[in-house]
């Protein structure tokens, strides 16, 4: 793997910006680079950045690297690194955060590519299918070949059902995802506005007050 | 008593009319700090100068008053004769009021009629976001209350009391042996220690960094030293049951445990272990001072074979807990610290067996151990591969663990790791660790030792222990520098524990009237420039009690804390504060008397008299009082009316009646610039407990928006009152229909207090805003309040 020098231009602070203002980003200046995210991620280690070395990222405005990461991908969304991080970040948000905004660079990669299908699936049927997904999968994707066997042994056993399940009335779905497609990447990206600082009356008065 | 002078009073105490306030015509010197631009940055000083025309008073503006030039212009003005009063307007009172008073003394002016105006903690640090405006016109209305005020009261002399010469020690760790060897051979000490020996941790350690000495080698002759120092009496088993009395002169109760086993008669010859069936009573370790036996009585099924075979009769099994009094004019607190329980961090699966922290880890190894110094695991077999797990608790902003770095964690891990080398050159040793932070003298050069001791080092914090059937653990992390994840399995893993104040300081602190940070360690009087006093004057800290340390630094602030003692002591007298109770009319109702929480008042020949010692200028007899007979010296109703009406004159607010320790929060928010709204005016007093209906309603006729009464304090004498006095004053001050708060604010808690204060004051604002529209008639009838 080729590592980029880090020079003035590959740092984005505007992207940089952007993130620490998005939910779970409040943070994300102070990570103190523990891994204690890194070391508890189930799937880290398929990561081309840990948890960690995204936060780093992030904190530097490298943003090409940030989204071409597959990291962004493979997140399981099982909030191990978020409920441990001793500095109160959520990397799970961050990841949260990051997809729609590669998406809408048009970032190609794997992962994406996963997604996009399932969703397919979805809105074409209403429900998904694992049948339809793996097989458009596979095809989209030449280094499945490899996986066929285990599939032709899985549906074999009954445990890949054949049949495509269907709605019976996706005119909800429907409109939910023409809702998505018109405001979904903005909404996501938005900035969040902080809460205002003031917090609600102390106890104390309130109980004197009574 | 006769060691003690009675205020020179000057002016003959005279009941005052409420409803007419006078201001005798003074000479009034208001001078100005800019601070270097700490507040003429943000404040318009030459404006609020010109605001001053008209109220006959001279103005200077200096760019640091407290510099020697600064104070210089007032002593020459002062000695000139050209002012006889001084309005300071500055940093904040407790910085540098006694400075400033002392130099006034110097050129011959009474001290209490120097004043200062708090205007960069309680206004240039705290409302520079806002605009300049506003921030003038409150920066105008404190000065304006601080010259009618000044105007308004009396030059007091303080009382002078006589000092008990005798200390309290709290703790007999490495601090408090420390505070009481330098203090005893000139003042007499009692050393508490609520353990049946002396030595706190440090007698639970085994080898010492950086030097690797052992730690009871250099404990013991310390440790009997104290036993057998003439000036000390020493009491272990023993804890601070109740404080009485005031700074200088103390009555302290203290609570003694049994120990069923008189220390003075044990010669430690052991006749008593030998005969007992239960093992219940036992020396608890060799070199332990006293040298004296002592009865587990979970254990003892109360046979009497030790009472019998006892050569010296000093084993008595009906020994009860004991109460004991004792008169002391300072304390030294010295409690040192304890480790968090680890059992929080869910990932650590603490408690397990070989999974330990390292204080257990260090006990094994130590004077105190029950494994004959050896090291092992819970099958009594070597560990070959131990792992330690440094920050366990500290450093987290969740809430979860502690804020704080625990200091000593890094260094002692990798003492404990050479000590595992060591015992086998080819044991593994592991330190998993975030940032070796080894600043310090001769640290660096331990660290780079460690090394190369062969010690494993990890840059990361673990991320999950994992005890497995056959006593092993799973350890997962992340090697940061490799962006690697890793697992690894150890025979012991050693948790470094994030270190917290022993339990019990924050009620010993609560008793002194000592206030504590918000992680709960004792809170210095200056972080820097008084490490080792308090905010009460009596009362000094010393060792772990004051934050993580290590033995250097503990014996350093021992060694402080004694000098800082011996130096109040010396000085044999003590200034308490002359602003106590007048009596200026009384029927002899005697409600004062038993209003009064400090017995400080009493009937003789039907008229009430003070004792002013005991008096603690709380003013709790002034609303007590049927008749207003009672005023504060210096806080009297029509002075703080007179304060108010100035203040509020141009500017409505909204006013913050203070206590001295709410005052000290407010201080540390304008530190840490804690931004909350310029409408805020703070007016101190001794304490809120001298607020009665006149004075809150005289604050609502000037103008006020809202006023709030924050207290500080955690005297349960007053606080249990708090509620009672709101609800009075609440009852009093209806027909102003405005808002009237309470809300308790400890010293830590400068957080609370902006949030608060904000909110108060929009609050305030809102309704003072809807009031005026519903009296221009905007508004129609149908919003009633
Ligand atoms: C695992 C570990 C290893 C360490 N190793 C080293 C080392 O190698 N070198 C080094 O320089 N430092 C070391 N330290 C630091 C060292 O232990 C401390 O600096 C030192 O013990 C602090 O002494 P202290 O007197 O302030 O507190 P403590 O040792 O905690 O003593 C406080 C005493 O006060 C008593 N007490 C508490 N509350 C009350 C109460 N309410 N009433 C009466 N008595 C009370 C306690 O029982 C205790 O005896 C280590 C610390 C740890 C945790
Ligand atoms: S756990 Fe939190 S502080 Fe630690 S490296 Fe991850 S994001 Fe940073
Ligand atoms: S939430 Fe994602 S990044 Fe975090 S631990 Fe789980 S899988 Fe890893
Ligand atoms: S001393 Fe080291 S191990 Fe201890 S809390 Fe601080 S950084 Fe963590
Ligand atoms: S001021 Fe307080 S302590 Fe003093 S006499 Fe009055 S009630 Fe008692």
Known sequence: MQKETIIPESRDNAFRDLIIKSPGGENLLTCMQCGICAGSCPVSHEMDHTPRQMVRMIQLGLKKEVLNSNTIWICTTCFSCSVRCPRGIYPTELMETLKPIAIKEGIKNRNAKFDNIFADVVKKNGRASEFLLISKYSISEPGMIAQAPFGLELISKGKLPLSIDKMDDTRELDSIFSLSEKTGSEEKTKIKEKPPEIKENNSDSQEAEK | ????????????????????????????????????????????????????????????????????????????????????????????????????????????????????????????????????????????????????????????????????????????????????????????????????????????????????????????????????????????????????????????????????????????????????????????????????????????????????????????????????????????????????????????????????????????????????????????????????????????????????????????????????????????????????????????????????????????????????????????????????????????????????????????????????????????????????????????????????????????????????????????????????????????????????PYNALSLSEGKAVLSPLACTGCGICVPACPIKGIEIRNFTRNQLKAQLKAMLEDAPGVVVFIDPYAYAAADIAGVNRKQYSSLVRFISLPSIHVLDGDVVNAAFEYGATGVMLIEGTTDEKLTSRSDDLYKKLKKDTRKHKKPLRYSHIETAQYEKLTDLLNVFASQAGAKAEKKSKKEKGEEASEEKV
Request: charged letters at 25%; hydrophobic letters at 35%; one cysteine or more.
């Open chain 2, 1 to 596: 008593m006769a060691e003690n002078k009675e205020p020179l009073v000057n002016e003959t105490p005279q009941k005052e009319t409420p409803s007419k306030i006078e201001i005798a015509p003074r000479k009034i010197g208001v001078y100005l700090c800019r601070c270097g631009g700490n507040i003429s940055d943000v404040v318009d000083l030459q404006s609020v100068a010109e605001s001053l025309k008209g109220e006959n008073v001279t103005v200077n503006i200096q760019d640091y008053l407290c510099s020697s030039a600064g104070q210089d212009k007032i002593k020459s003005d002062i000695e000139k004769g050209k002012i006889d009063r001084v309005v300071i307007g500055s940093c904040s009172p407790k910085l540098h009021l006694e400075t400033f008073r002392g130099m006034a003394k110097k050129a011959g002016a009474n001290p209490t009629l120097l004043e200062i105006t708090n205007i960069r903690e309680q206004a240039s640090w705290v409302h520079d976001k806002e605009g300049k405006e506003s921030v003038n016109s409150k920066v105008k209305g404190l000065i304006k209350g601080a010259v009618a005020r000044m105007g308004s009261i009396e030059p007091l002399v303080p009382l002078e009391k006589k000092l008990v010469d005798r200390t309290l020690v709290v703790g007999g760790g490495i601090a408090g042996i420390t505070t009481a060897l330098e203090i005893a051979d000139d003042h007499e000490v009692i050393l508490i220690e609520k353990q049946p020996y002396l030595g706190g941790h440090m007698i639970g350690l085994s080898k010492t960094f950086p030097t690797m000495d052992c730690s009871q080698c250099i404990l013991t002759p310390k440790m009997v030293a104290v036993h057998n120092h003439s000036g000390i009496t020493m009491h272990t088993q023993t804890e601070v049951a109740e404080v009485k009395g005031s700074p200088g002169d103390y009555s302290i109760t203290l609570k003694h445990s049994p120990r069923y086993v008189d220390i003075k008669k044990c010669i430690s010859c052991g006749a008593c272990t030998r005969k007992c069936h239960t093992g219940a009573i036992f020396l608890p370790f060799a070199q332990a001072v006293p040298q004296a036996y002592m009865i587990d009585v979970s254990k003892c099924d109360r046979c009497g074979a030790c009472v019998t075979i006892c050569p010296r009769d000093a084993v008595n099994l009906d020994a009860k807990e004991e109460i004991s009094t004792i008169s002391v004019g300072a304390v030294a607190i010295a409690t040192g610290f304890e480790p968090i329980d680890p059992s929080f961090i869910e990932e650590y699966n603490y408690p397990a067996p070989n999974l330990l922290t390292a204080v257990e880890f260090e006990d094994m190894l130590s004077a105190k151990s029950k494994t004959g110094m050896r090291l092992q695991k819970a099958d009594g077999s070597f560990p070959d591969r131990v792992a330690f797990v440094l920050c366990a608790g500290s450093r987290d902003f969740t809430g979860k663990g502690r804020k704080h770095c625990s200091k000593v964690c890094c260094i002692y891990s990798q003492k404990q790791a050479q000590l595992v080398k060591k015992m086998k050159a080819d044991a593994q040793a592991w330190i998993f660790y975030i940032d070796m932070r080894s600043a310090g003298r001769r640290f660096e050069e331990f660290y780079h030792h460690t090394q190369e001791k062969g010690v494993n080092y990890v840059r990361g914090k673990v991320a999950e222990i994992i005890p497995k059937q056959d006593g092993t653990l799973m350890v997962q992390y992340e090697d940061t520098n490799l962006g690697r994840k890793g697992r690894e399995i150890f025979d012991m893993v050693v948790l470094c524990p994030a270190l917290i104040p022993s339990a019990g300081t924050k009620e010993l602190a609560d008793k002194l009237g000592v206030p504590l940070g918000d992680d709960g360690f004792i809170e210095e009087k200056h972080v820097k420039l008084d490490p080792v006093n308090t905010l009460n004057q009596a009362a000094f800290a010393a060792g772990c009690v004051l934050g993580p340390k290590d033995i250097h630094d503990s014996v350093t602030e021992g060694m402080s804390a004694a000098h800082k003692v011996s130096q109040f002591l010396g000085k044999g007298m003590i200034l308490i504060p002359p602003e106590k109770p007048m009596i200026l009319e009384c029927n002899g109702c005697g409600d004062c008397v038993k209003a009064c």
